[in-house]
């Protein structure tokens, strides 16, 4: 119960920090492009790019067949979507602390925002992303749906999971610098674990639950339903009811373990 209470209370801090978690955000996403010519442009130059080589090597390259009656590239992009901003997330926030060890050291700063900092100026770009997907529906024919409004709930749904990982991770690293090549490795596992460029369906229907486990399974799937097969997430309570126990309890253990380790992080930076 301790806990539950710090946690809601770290919540809270974060909203009345919200201005400064919006300036930091900025200022992470201004310095990932310093000193390059385009600056920021890069961030949704580089997407671009990217979905246009989906398109050119799985349609006009592979000739790839559509997957219940969709067009690959549209179904593929779907699942490669949520799981740029997941990978993205997790990778750049196990850093983060490291990376701004100066105001670990130096100011009376909770800490705790510098992960969410990388999670929100991952956001910046998949915001971008999601846009595309818009214009590749509307160019392939299909119009706007009433089932894309719950793409805010999976935002919402990413954004626990990763910074739930991200507390974990990022608090590890600090004193165990290989935490960041094991999570690098576990999400290259993750990423071919998770039906992305592969339907589930190709999977013996009794191991299908082993694959649904993967907590990037409902989010991927949820990116789908909410696109393509027009279905809500509460039609898939159980799968719902799983992912956010298993993700409260992320969320819980990487509080409760940051907040352990925390004191301690000026002594090692």
């Known amino acids: 119960m301790r806990y539950f209470r710090a946690l809601i209370a770290l919540i809270l801090d974060i909203f009345r920090n919200r201005k400064l978690l919006w300036q930091m955000t900025k200022r992470d996403f201004r310095q990932r492009y310093l000193g390059s010519y385009l600056g920021i442009l890069w961030a949704f130059i580089q997407p671009t790019i990217t979905v246009l080589i989906f398109w050119f090597v799985f349609e006009v390259?592979?000739?790839?067949m559509p997957v219940e009656n969709f067009p690959f590239i549209l179904w593929l992009v779907c699942g490669m979507f949520p799981w740029f901003f997941i990978s993205e997330s997790i990778l750049s926030a196990t850093n983060s602390v490291i990376e701004s060890s100066f105001l670990v050291k130096k100011i009376v700063f909770r800490v705790e925002l510098l992960p969410i900092v990388k999670i929100m100026s991952a956001?910046?770009?998949h915001i971008f992303f999601v846009a595309?997907?818009?214009a590749m529906?509307?160019?392939?024919?299909y119009s706007i749906s009433i089932y894309n409004v719950q793409i805010i709930y999976y935002f919402f749904a990413m954004i626990c999971l990763s910074l739930g990982i991200s507390w974990l991770t990022s608090s590890l690293t600090v004193f165990l610098r290989d935490v960041?090549?094991?999570a690098t490795m576990l999400l290259q596992f993750g990423f071919w674990g998770t039906p992305i460029f592969w339907d589930l369906h190709l999977i013996p229907e009794k191991f299908q639950f082993i694959l649904k486990l993967n907590p990037a399974y409902y989010l991927v799937e949820g990116y789908r339903?909410?696109?393509?097969?027009?279905?809500?997430?509460?039609?898939?309570?159980?799968?719902?009811i799983y992912f956010w126990a298993l993700t409260a309890v992320v969320m819980f253990a990487g509080a409760w373990c940051f907040?352990?380790?925390r004191p301690h992080f000026a002594d090692v930076l």
Not at 61 to 64: I, N, P
């Open 259 to 261: 907040k352990k380790l």
């Open 61 to 64: 390259g592979f000739k790839a």
């Open 180 to 182: 960041g090549q094991f």
């Open 225 to 240: 339903q909410s696109f393509i097969y027009k279905e809500w997430f509460w039609q898939h309570e159980y799968l719902t």
């Open 132 to 134: 595309i997907l818009f």
């Open 137 to 141: 529906f509307a160019i392939y024919g």
């Open 123 to 125: 956001l910046v770009v």
